[in-house]
């Protein structure tokens, strides 16, 4: 079984800068990398995924703010925040998707606070 750990939220003022590491443990392969994010009271959604090839895909609401990078060989994922909103604040959760399953494994989060 994969585990996955978060690191690097915290809290940072509007139009600040965070960056979020991700590290899957285990010599397996992993096909997709992503970011999700829950705010309270909503539904965990996309933020950013990225596959083995290096194909992105975000989120509209992050898109020219937020960017997403992995290394194969060590299977980490990281996700460069810049020009922060309140709006971003949530729990944001790394998912892998291993060989060539559907269902992502999941971190424990990590929580990110933009004040205003």
């Known amino acids: 079984q994969v585990q996955v750990v978060e690191s690097g939220g915290g809290l940072v003022q509007a139009g600040g800068s965070l960056r979020l590491s991700c590290a899957a443990s285990?010599?397996?392969?992993?096909?997709?990398m992503g970011w999700y994010r829950q705010a309270p009271g909503k539904q965990r959604e996309l933020v950013a995924q990225i596959t083995r090839s290096g194909s992105t895909n975000y989120a509209d609401s992050v898109k020219g703010r937020f960017t997403i990078s992995r290394n194969n060989t060590k299977n980490t994922v990281y996700l460069q925040m810049n020009s922060l909103k309140p709006e971003d604040t949530a729990v944001y959760y790394c998912?892998?998707?291993?060989?060539?399953?559907?269902?992502?494994?999941w971190g424990q989060g990590t929580q990110v606070t933009v004040s205003s």
């Open positions: 285990g010599s397996i392969y992993i096909s997709v």
């Open positions: 998912g892998v998707v291993v060989g060539g399953g559907l269902i992502p494994s």
